[in-house]
């Protein structure tokens, strides 16, 4: 099987990049209005079930839109073997790291609130 | 052959070569992308602080204060407006739309301008 | 007029250097190829391809200014000055202004760049409908000069890897051909992170093509194609 083909990356770097385009459209509008200025209004939005799902899909997509850049990037400028695997499984490693933070960060609250 | 290719000069010095607006836009792209990425541990971070406590909260907001982090905050509104305006623009020319070149020269020229513009109206407002 | 030329002698030189000629333009000199021609009987060490000096070939092409075109279709008129003369960018150089195009050409191999059929052939001709045979406009017309993939930074990164716009406008000129039978083939072979997804959709391809065509356009569809055949 090839497992690199190169479509799969490019739908899902243009899918994840609508799904970032619509999330800080509709982050940019609630954030900027509304009561989610004060701590309250903001604690409530982000860890009701709408809110909290919401984040974590916002840094799902976040993550897997930045790994297919970096990828990208990686592919373009380091070639030799011994340093571009290293370093690709480092990047991977870390974007996993934030978006696990994330997740506890709000499974944190989200379990208080309730 | 082969092993005078191996060895042959290339001719590979960018300062020489005058790019298009296509391909400024474009760099700028993939480097505010880099900015984004290196900033999304502090993203995720500032997402943690701010659901912490009221004064974590208003902590946040105080960013600006510091001129060296509103500096740093001008140089992430910069990178975030130049990769939304040129990422929309990829999408556009993605299924067709505005991909003939002059179209794609004007759609270059105004995500980089209005960028800048955006970088520069948050520069005033936070650096004076 | 003051031209600035790269020399690059393999048997001499251990680098690169430039080199100014002063040189007046007589009256039939309408191109830069004029002068580099009017350059050789001054200096025939300075080498360069050149054949049949009408933007056919696709022999001249070369970095003018900066940017990469024909010699031949280059009007003197409006050239900035010094007029400073490149080989091709990425290019492996052979002498002067003459680069290897062993790599580019086996890009181009590659797409196999001709007709798969193999029905039995009709008793005259395989016949197109005119709307089938505008597909092919703009894209019948490449003349192979490398231009454009030597314009074109993802091919300067990965140039053994990825085929590059020059190789791609060929690829779809196959694709969209109806009398080609091989699209599935040809889109399953270039599915691939480096032969067709290194492009970025900067365009500096068709920035330069001396031509006018539009490989970014090529590619564009390509991809849309891809997703179609997936879907
Ligand atoms: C509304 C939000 C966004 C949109 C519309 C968007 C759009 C895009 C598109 C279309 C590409 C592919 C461009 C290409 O093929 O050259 C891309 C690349 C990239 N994006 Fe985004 N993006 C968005 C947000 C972000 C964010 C927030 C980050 C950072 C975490 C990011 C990081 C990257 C990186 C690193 C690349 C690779 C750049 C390259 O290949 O040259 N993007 N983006
Ligand atoms: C140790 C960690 C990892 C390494 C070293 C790694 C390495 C790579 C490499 C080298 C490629 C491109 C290969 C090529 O064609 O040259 C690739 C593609 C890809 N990787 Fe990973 N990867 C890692 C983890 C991940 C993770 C955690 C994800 C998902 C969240 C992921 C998703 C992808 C995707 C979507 C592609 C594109 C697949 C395609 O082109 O069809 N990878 N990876
Ligand atoms: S597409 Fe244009 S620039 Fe590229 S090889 Fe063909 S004629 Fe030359
Ligand atoms: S559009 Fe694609 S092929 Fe053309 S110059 Fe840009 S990256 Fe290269
Ligand atoms: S000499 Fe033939 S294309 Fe210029």
């Known amino acids: 099987m090839r497992l690199f083909l190169g479509q799969r990356a490019w739908v899902l770097q243009r899918v994840t990049a609508l799904v970032l385009l619509i999330l800080l459209a509709l982050g940019a509008a609630t954030l900027l209005t509304g009561p989610s200025r004060s701590y309250e209004g903001w604690h409530a939005l982000a860890t009701s079930t709408h809110g909290a799902v919401l984040i974590v899909v916002f840094f799902a997509a976040l993550c897997l839109h930045g790994w297919i850049g970096v990828r990208d990037i990686v592919l373009d400028y380091i ?36 | 052959m082969r092993a005078r290719s191996a060895s042959a000069p290339k001719f590979m010095n960018l300062s020489q070569i005058r790019f298009p607006v296509g391909a400024i836009a474009s760099i700028g792209h993939r480097v505010s992308g880099v900015l984004l990425l290196v900033s999304l541990p502090l993203l995720a971070l500032a997402l943690d602080r701010s659901l912490r406590s009221e004064s974590e909260f208003e902590a946040l907001r105080d960013l600006v204060s510091e ?62 | 007029m003051r031209v600035s030329i790269y020399r690059f002698n393999p048997e001499t030189d251990a680098k690169p250097r430039m080199q100014d000629y002063d040189v007046a333009p007589e009256a039939g000199d309408k191109k830069l190829l004029d002068v580099l021609m009017r350059l050789k009987t001054m200096d025939d060490s300075l080498s360069f391809r050149r054949s049949c000096r009408e933007g056919v070939c696709g022999s001249d092409a070369m970095n003018i200014n900066g940017r990469n075109g024909l010699a031949c279709l280059t009007s003197l008129p409006g050239l900035k000055e010094p007029v400073v003369l490149r080989p091709l960018p990425g290019f492996p150089v052979i002498r002067d202004l003459i680069v290897d195009m062993t790599q580019f050409f086996a890009h181009y191999h590659s797409i196999k760049p001709y007709l798969i059929n193999n029905e039995v052939p009709p008793e005259r001709e395989r016949l197109q409908s005119p709307a089938e045979r505008e597909k092919l406009n703009g894209l019948y017309e490449c003349i192979l000069c490398a231009c454009c993939s030597a314009f074109c930074p993802s091919f300067w990164w990965n140039p053994d890897k990825f085929i590059g716009p020059a190789g791609l406008l060929q690829a779809y000129r196959f694709i969209a051909d109806s009398r080609d039978t091989a699209t599935a083939a040809r889109l399953a072979y270039l599915d691939d992170v480096y032969r067709l997804y290194r492009c970025r959709t900067i365009m500096n391809c068709t920035e330069v093509c001396p031509k006018g065509l539009s490989p970014s356009h090529a590619i564009e569809r390509i991809r849309l194609a891809l997703v179609r055949e997936s879907s």
Not at chain 2, 79 to 95: C, E, F, K, N, T
Not at chain 2, 99 to 116: F, M, P, V
């Open chain 1, 79 to 114: 070639h030799a073997p011994a340093l571009r695997l290293p370093l690709l499984a480092l990047i991977a490693v870390i974007l996993f790291a934030i978006f696990i933070r994330v997740v506890l960060t709000m499974a944190a609250h989200f379990a208080g609130g309730a």
């Open chain 2, 67 to 128: 001129p060296w982090r509103a500096l740093l905050l001008v140089i992430l509104v910069w990178a975030a407006a130049h990769h939304v305006l040129a990422g929309v623009r990829h999408l556009l020319m993605d299924i067709g739309v505005g991909s003939r070149l002059s179209q794609a020269r004007t759609s270059a020229w105004a995500a980089i301008l209005a960028a800048g513009i955006i970088a520069l109206a948050a520069a005033v407002r936070w650096l004076s």
